[in-house]
């Protein structure tokens, strides 16, 4: 299992109206590896993530997939193919309560008619209560998702990308507007979700990364800077560089 | 715990509805009357098969009454060959066919003579015309106010034609001169018991089968798309499917209201089908409120019968209109959820979210400053 690529980006390229936002990025992650993607703000890191999981579409270059090329896939076939996203902006399904966005993540049955008759929901309702509590929601579990403060919002998200059980997980930001000790946690659950699940975690905060992180991948201009463990990374003078102005990689 | 307990509330909220519907008629037995509140469980239905779409969905159909006015052709044209020779002009043809000289029976109304065939065209075709508008729309993810524009768009394009080919559909005129439907040894009189049993049990089946619909786990993917379309799509369900799916049902349910008022009104007319009525569905929708099945039917029939009441008042004769405009605009300004949160007002529950939701802003931007102030400092 160890080494095998589950996802592999080849010279991607995405343009916004003729602003290269990612060019020539070369990305490749093994099963079960939990990878950090920093850089400096408008490096292209939401881009990157934005292109994997099929909600832009490159321009040029080639993303595989467990072997398979699924650089034309719609979002909805990337998602059954086992590739699961959370976005900067936290977004949950506010109007619906904490256990119905749970119930609605936990995708097996995708199709209308199978989930007509599914009346019983949450036979697995126990694994989504466990889930609610390993991220500490189990109080607000019947709560409109709309009522959450800004950090459960955000382990909400966490909890729907397990509750989705995708293979490879991308996580955008999932720390941010958390406090010290909540990211500690999230830390936590990262560690425990490595080897099963494969992680790209977008992410500011340094603390965390060095937590997490086996290998580090710095993006700078819509392209890969520096790659490597988090002490290798922070010494490398083109990587200083690039967060020069940005207040230095050490605690950006 | 509590969920179950507001789920009971519900389900006993539902009982007791129809239960009052279905009672009326041991207390009325005036034929004029019965007639009207007829009328007015049918706009209930419609407004039902709305709320499924707009409320439970977020699809904001503004051409709902493309689906009833199909329904209700679809049953006149039943009736009408069934008319008596006298009405029905020579050689079996329906009088305006006659008037319009054609010589025989178009194909499409053949089928007609079955009631069978009728009843079931009367949901399939508003579904498959739905289906159509569908396939075009959600797949290329065309959503909120552009649906309400498109759809709006068909609504008046199928009223043009169906006026326009007059020598098979009575144009202007619609189609009258009906016979009375006789099923299973009954006669649904459009002032009799009977049709407002009809209604009556069709618009508690609807409520029944609705709730359990929206429960399902369909229904709450629906509710999940309403709330967030893009993100649904991340989970890899095929969100445009299920946006045709709800969209199909509700004009099935809307057909089958159209033709129950065919039956109540004892005509089929072009106007059920008109911009009025469809953008009517929505104010009682809006008024009842939308994302509550029986709520969306009791603004129908609080509204229809309000307006009923104050059109027949000479004192109201002129401003009947401007008085609902005022409520309406009065009960969208500050009932957002419609009449049916007034219960949920009364049990107190609004008031803990209110709270909770304040409390949890707070946090959400004292969070946000502070984080803001982080990354000023790096
Ligand atoms: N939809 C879009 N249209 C035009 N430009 C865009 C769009 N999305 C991103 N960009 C631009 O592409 C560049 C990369 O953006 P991206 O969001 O990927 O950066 P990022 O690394 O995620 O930054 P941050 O750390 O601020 O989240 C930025 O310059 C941004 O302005
Ligand atoms: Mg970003």
Redesign the interface.
Known sequence: MAGERILELQDIAVEFSGFKAVSGLNLGIDRGELRCLIGPNGAGKTTALDVI?GKVKPSAGRITLKGQDVTRL????L??RGV??K?QVP???????V???L???Y?K?????G?????K?GAENDGLEKLAELVGLEEVL???A???????TQWLEIALLLA?DSEVILLDEPT????AQETMHTAKIFNALRGRHTLLVVE?DMAFVREISDVITVMHQGRVLAEGRAAEVQKDPAVREAYLG??GIA?? | M??NRDAILRLVGYALFCAAILVVPLFVDNGYLLNKFARYLVFGILSLALSLSWGYAGILNLGQAVGFGLGSYCMAMALKLRTIPIQTGAGGLPDFMVWNNVQALPWFWVPFHSYAFAIAAGMAVPAVVAFLIGWFVFPARVSGVYVAIITLAMLVVINLVIIDQQPYTGGFNGITDLTTLKLFGIEFDAYSDATYYLAAITLSLCLFLGL??V????G??L??I???E??????????A??QN?VFCLSAAIAGFAGMLYTLVMEFASPTFLAVPISLSIVIWCAVGGRASLVGAALGAIVVTGVQGSLSDTPAFLDTWMLIMGGLFIVIVLFLPNGLISLIDLALGKRRR?RA??A??SV??IE??ES?RRQ?A??
Request: net charge positive.
């Open positions: 999981c719609p979002e909805y076939k998602a059954r699961g996203r976005f977004s949950v399904f506010r109007q619906l309560s256990r119905d966005n119930e609605v993540a995708c049955h995708l199709g209308v008619f989930n007509l008759l599914g009346f929901r019947d709560q409109p709309g009522y959450l403060s800004h950090g459960q989705q941010a507007g958390m406090t500011h940005s207040g605690d950006a | 509590t969920r359990a619909f429960n399902s786990k369909t709450l993917i509710q999940a309403r709330d967030d893009t993100r649904v799509w991340y989970f890899g369900y095929n969100v499917a299920y799916f979210g909770a939701t409390a949890a946090v959400a969070r946000s984080s990354s400092a790096r």
